[in-house]
């Protein structure tokens, strides 16, 4: 029985009318992935670059949320071919991968995520869930519709190459990271830092005056807020990880008397 593959985050983004809003995916756990998908959101990250997910733990993550009205996608750990397709392969229909400085590193990117002769991605439709084993009609066809392909810049020298970043045949949308651009620009851990915003401001200018989706970072709603003012296109608000953080740490703050002697150096 043939069946009909979903739309991906490009096609969310060209017919959205507000800004779409997510968070990130990195406590590793299908269930807690499962508990963000509920919760009214446009759009989660699953995290493999700074996260402790692989293949496995990535799959059934992409199969907890296939139930809810939000769209996965996956941050590859790098714009390594063989794990492009093997998430590509694992049912990911969008894929963001980081440390993107280039217009050519991003043709590679994309020659990644697409079958010949448009790319170089392998086939392995009729093993794999991307095709659901075949019962996808013309799926090695059709591919191109089925995948979109985000790719992040996170440097000084990726926010001055954002604007052509963007313009390449096959980006569909173009992220902003502004904590390892922080950190590019000698100012580490301060993302909030007046010359990294003006930064992050300049990316994605350039990016949505090559008519690409903008999207970016921003766990301050302060902050977040300023950045959907310069016409950012997705962003993400918060974390899992964090969000659980930030909470027991408010329990502690109302429940125990501050005494410290019973922690543990990490």
């Known amino acids: 029985m043939p069946i009909r593959v979903t739309p991906t985050l490009r096609d969310r983004l060209a017919s959205a009318t507000r800004p779409?809003?997510?968070?990130?995916?990195?406590?590793?756990?299908?269930?807690?992935?499962?508990?963000?998908?509920?919760?009214?959101?446009?759009?989660?990250?699953?995290?493999?670059?700074?996260a402790p997910n692989g293949l496995e733990s990535v799959l059934a993550q992409l199969q907890a949320v296939a139930a809810y009205p939000v769209d996965a996608v996956v941050?590859?750990?790098?714009?390594?071919?063989?794990?492009i397709k093997q998430v590509l392969d694992l049912g990911a229909r969008t894929i963001l991968v980081p440390m993107v400085s280039s217009a050519a590193q991003a043709r590679e990117v994309v020659a990644a995520a697409h079958y010949p002769p448009r790319g170089r991605r392998g086939v392995g439709s009729a093993l794999s869930r991307s095709a659901l084993w075949n019962r996808?009609?013309?799926?090695?066809?059709?591919?191109?519709?089925?995948?979109?392909v985000l790719v992040q810049v996170e440097t000084a020298e990726a926010v001055a190459a954002a604007a052509e970043i963007a313009a390449v045949d096959g980006i569909d949308g173009v992220f902003v990271g502004p904590s390892d651009l922080a950190a590019s620009m000698g100012l580490i851990g301060q993302q909030t830092h007046p010359e990294v915003m003006?930064?992050?401001?300049?990316?994605?200018?350039?990016?949505?005056?090559a008519g690409t989706p903008a999207g970016v970072n921003a766990f301050d709603p302060v902050v977040a807020d300023a950045y959907l003012a310069a016409g950012a296109s997705f962003v993400l608000v918060g974390a899992d990880v964090a969000v659980?953080?930030?909470?027991?740490?408010?329990?502690?703050?109302?429940?125990?008397?501050?005494?410290?002697?019973a922690r543990t150096s990490y």
């Open 20 to 50: 779409l809003a997510g968070m990130w995916v990195c406590s590793g756990s299908p269930l807690v992935a499962e508990i963000c998908a509920g919760g009214g959101l446009d759009w989660l990250l699953i995290d493999m670059e700074h």
């Open 75 to 83: 941050r590859v750990p790098s714009g390594d071919p063989v794990v």
């Open 136 to 148: 996808v009609d013309d799926y090695l066809t059709q591919a191109s519709a089925y995948v979109s």
């Open 198 to 209: 003006a930064a992050v401001r300049s990316a994605l200018a350039g990016i949505l005056a």
């Open 244 to 261: 659980l953080a930030r909470a027991a740490e408010s329990f502690a703050a109302r429940f125990t008397t501050g005494d410290d002697t």
